[in-house]
């Protein structure tokens, strides 16, 4: 992944924890390592067409949690704002890709 949201740039990998057809595919990030962050995305079908979830998901587990405030220095109020407007912004634009 590399791309631009809002004004930051996110560049990084991401391993595939979990995928279920046709319903849900679970990333977590890497730079180097593996990060504490996971990304989601969900399908709901709809009278519509389908839906899709985007989620973004932060914070160690365990006793690292005690780090998790750092998470707050790049993924704050504002790069949370700049995502979810990246996401109403992109994803109605995968019908194009998909017909």
């Given amino acids: 992944m590399d791309e631009l949201v809002g004004r930051y740039r996110v560049k ?5 924890t979990e ?3 046709g ?4 990333w977590q990030m890497t730079k180097v390592i593996k990060l504490p962050a996971w990304l989601s995305l969900e399908l709901k079908d709809s009278d519509t067409g389908v839906n899709v979830i985007h989620t ?3 914070g160690f587990q365990r006793l690292s949690k005690i780090l998790d405030p750092f ?3 790049y993924f704050s109020k504002k790069f949370e704002e700049s995502l979810d407007e990246h996401a109403r912004f ?3 634009k995968l019908v194009a890709v998909i017909d």
């Avoid at 319903?23 to 679970?26: E, S």
């Fill in 12 to 16: 990084m990998k991401g391993i595939v």
């Fill in 19 to 21: 995928v279920i057809p």
């Fill in 23 to 26: 319903k849900r595919v679970i």
């Fill in 56 to 58: 973004l998901k932060l």
């Fill in 71 to 73: 998470l707050k220095l």
């Fill in 90 to 92: 992109e994803f109605p």
